[in-house]
Nanobody, 123 residues
Framework: VRLVESGGGLVQPGGSLKLSCVDS????????MGWFRQAPGKERQFVAG????????YYADSVKGRFAISRDSAKRTVYLQMNSLKPEDTAVYYC?????????????????WGQGTQVTVST
């Protein structure tokens, strides 16, 4: 598994961004993929996840109704559509995979990570 994120950037409050994460590796053995974010001086936190086989999504309360996670199995790509962005959404966003089923939200249960992409929400 090798994860590469893209799509970050600078956006004004209320704006939208769509992040992508491609698995460009040769081994596929994970149950779910997730998005996390880490702001300066803060711990990495769960944002959204998606069960790879069913496509069922799950979200942190802070982003419900604003963010949407989806996946394209054929392209081994997961997306994070972020709408109504707020300054507090500013962070480095990471995608990650987990071998565990269910709604996995703990950082420690994800074993492969991308390099991250910066999202800045500011005027």
């Amino acid at each position: 598994v090798r994860l590469v994120e893209s799509g970050g950037g600078l956006v004004q409050p209320g704006g939208s961004l769509k992040l992508s994460c491609v698995d460009s590796g040769w081994f596929f053995g994970y149950a779910a993929m997730g998005w996390f974010r880490q702001a300066p001086g803060k711990e990495r936190q769960f944002v959204a996840g998606i069960n790879w086989s069913s496509g069922n999504p799950y979200y942190a309360d802070s982003v419900k109704g604003r963010f949407a996670i989806s996946r394209d199995s054929a392209k081994r790509t997961v997306y994070l559509q972020m709408n109504s962005l707020k300054p507090e959404d500013t962070a480095v966003y990471y995608c990650a995979t987990t071998p565990f089923g269910g709604d996995v939200v703990a950082v420690r249960e994800y074993d492969t990570w991308g390099q991250g992409t910066q999202v800045t929400v500011s005027t």
